[in-house]
């Protein structure tokens, strides 16, 4: 993975679908989603955990598992 790429993303909370890699920010990933990806209950009207704090990267590129708990 690097900045640029494109990738499949979930995070335990709804939320998923496809984003561009924006930065690496330790073990976390930010993401800028694609207009089409699913908005969870991990956002509100100004913020959304892939954008704005980032998703671990084992939940990125792999499939869902609904039962986890994100940071």
Known sequence: ???GDMVY???GR???GYAVIREF???LVLLDPEPDA???SDANSTYWIP???GVP???IDTAPAIWF???
């Open 1 to 3: 993975m690097q900045i």
């Open 9 to 11: 993303f979930w995070t």
């Open 14 to 16: 709804g939320s998923h």
């Open 25 to 27: 920010k330790g073990p």
């Open 38 to 40: 699913t908005v969870g």
């Open 51 to 53: 954008r704005d704090k």
């Open 57 to 59: 990267r084992d939940q």
């Open 69 to 71: 708990t994100n940071f």
